[in-house]
């Protein structure tokens, strides 16, 4: 096995796909982080702060949290503030 395919600790390599989104309406806005307390879009909109969904996606199963977006999201700054609408977090 070359270098370039080991993984940390002599494991065996791997590999997880995830994919981040924001729902809000009909509308899906890929997110590049989610944090506890912001989330990032890969691309800055234009959305009013209401209530909206943060999606993360690992290989294939869905999960879904429900956030405020406490002041939107503005076309100038990709970083959003948001808080959690309720405690059971999935993530």
């Known amino acids: 096995m070359s270098e370039t395919n080991r993984a940390a600790f002599g494991g065996q390599p791997f590999t997880t796909d995830v994919d981040l989104w924001l729902e809000v309406g009909d509308q899906q ?4 982080q ?3 307390t912001f989330i990032i879009a890969t691309r800055a909109e234009s959305i009013p702060s209401g209530v909206a969904n943060v999606a993360i996606s690992v290989d ?3 999960y879904r949290r429900s956030i405020r977006l406490i002041h939107g999201m503005t076309p ?9 609408l309720d405690d059971d977090l999935p993530f």
């Open 29 to 32: 806005i890929e997110l590049a």
């Open 34 to 36: 989610v944090g506890p």
């Open 60 to 62: 294939g199963s869905v």
């Open 76 to 84: 100038n700054d990709t970083m959003t503030p948001i808080v959690p």
